[in-house]
């Protein structure tokens, strides 16, 4: 591992999202993954005194498609950088008119309908199944609230994100159906990644930043290209400025009262005896806490 910033608070987000004033002593570096090639380099700094490690999730220049991403090497690599909190940051669609363009929703549940993704860094000769009944970290969850509400932005504590396969976007059908279901928002990227960060025993919380209602909405042909990109640009100028008050509430190293750090204690269930050597050599940094205990 060319470096390790421990206690290191992640970010994985949009290819602009580390353009923060103030992150200083910044440089890209390749890390490598047993489970093949991130997103791309990982930027690491430090912002008032905190390290900090950032990922663009679809590359610079939005180079890979959602169902392309290799969430295991992203979430794997952070791992190995020395990350203890992830903050995952996305753009989505509404399925609520309360949750105009520029709200930023604060999610606590997941709905997982995607199907082309590996899913978990276990498999044959070395199964777990770890608990994903409240799926994000609410001590990091309570701290990016206290961050959106003492920068003024407009937000939203708890949601339920629909994660769909993509690329394309819903049909009108589908809408309406996610729609009476209770779901929140819609998007195409935070599953598998909160689960492989629950496997991974990193701390995980998501803002899903709306860009415009879903196609449900009877106004939704109305809206223009240039006024999406319009939100869009202002949500990563909030971004950044939830980032820089994120920082100063957060601290990786302390054991999380969540229990996120110890989320492998009970889940492997396959006898040590008829383990996959090879999957176990994967694992090193995943799992290596309870593999070599």
Known sequence: ???????????????????????????????????????????FGELAGRPLVFLPRHGRGHRLSPGAINYRANIDAMK?????????LSAVGSLRETLAPGTFVIVDQFVDRTTQREKSFFGAGLVAHVAMA????????????????????????????????????????????YRSAGFDVIGMTNMPEAKLAREAEICYATVAMVTDYDCWHPDHDSVTVEAILKVLFANADRARELVRGVVPLTGGEVPCPEGCNRALDHAIV??????????????????????KA
């Open 270 to 291: 396959t006898a040590e005896d008829v383990r996959d050597a090879k999957l176990v050599a994967r694992l090193d940094a995943v799992a290596g806490r309870v593999l």
């Open 134 to 177: 409240k799926p994000v970290c609410a001590r990091l969850s309570q701290a990016v609230e206290k961050a959106c509400r003492n920068a003024g932005i407009a937000y939203v504590q708890g949601g339920t994100y629909l994660v769909m396969e993509g690329p394309q976007f819903s049909t009108l059908a589908e809408s309406e159906f």
């Open 1 to 43: 591992m060319a470096e390790r910033q421990s206690g290191a608070l992640g970010i994985i987000g949009g290819s602009g999202l580390y353009e923060i004033e103030g992150l200083a002593n910044t440089r890209w570096i390749s890390l490598e993954s047993p489970f093949g090639a991130p997103s791309d380099e990982f930027l």
């Open 80 to 88: 190995r950088a020395g990350v203890t909190e992830i903050l995952s």
